[in-house]
């Protein structure tokens, strides 16, 4: 027999209850990009005259995708819906339901290739981003990432 603990253990898990239980439990996946990422970066060839170097300085993540499968695949989604309200912005992305490829985030940083990604749980079926804009100009800030 389980406890009043036991169940609220459970709603928390999102595991079903039937009496003094969770009426329709959603679980949020919390995902949150890092908000740098440090990288090595090679110069492959250097023209004459001039010489290399490379600044170490960390770089701030300024976007995410979603995609259906390993990013390597390159099967980035398009937003379902896009609002923008001048200082903000928001988008959401819908997942196919049993997607065998699964859903992965990629987050992408200011001057640098390097990326982090990490495939989503099988149960979120759609993430929404809030972006703060930056006026007379297209960049904008990722403030926020919630999927369920």
Not at 14 to 25: E, R
Not at 34 to 61: M, R
Request: proline share 7%.
């Amino acid at each position: 027999m389980r406890t009043l603990d036991d169940r609220s253990s459970a709603c928390i898990k999102g595991l079903p209850v039937l009496f003094y239980g969770c009426s329709a439990v959603v679980q949020e996946e919390v995902v949150q990009c890092p908000e740098n990422i440090s990288a090595v970066e090679k110069i492959t060839s250097i023209p004459l005259g001039w010489q290399s170097h490379i600044e170490d300085d960390p770089h701030p993540l300024v976007n995410v995708a979603f995609y259906s499968g390993h990013p390597r695949e390159r099967a980035s989604l398009v937003p379902t819906a896009e609002k923008n309200s001048g200082k903000t912005s928001n988008a959401r992305w819908d997942f196919a339901p049993g997607d065998k490829l699964g859903s992965w985030l990629l987050c992408r940083y200011f001057y640098t290739n390097a990326t982090y990604i990490r495939q989503l749980a099988p149960t979120v079926t759609h993430c929404s981003v809030a972006y703060k804009n930056y006026p007379n100009t297209y960049v904008k800030d990722v403030v926020s990432i919630s999927c369920d």
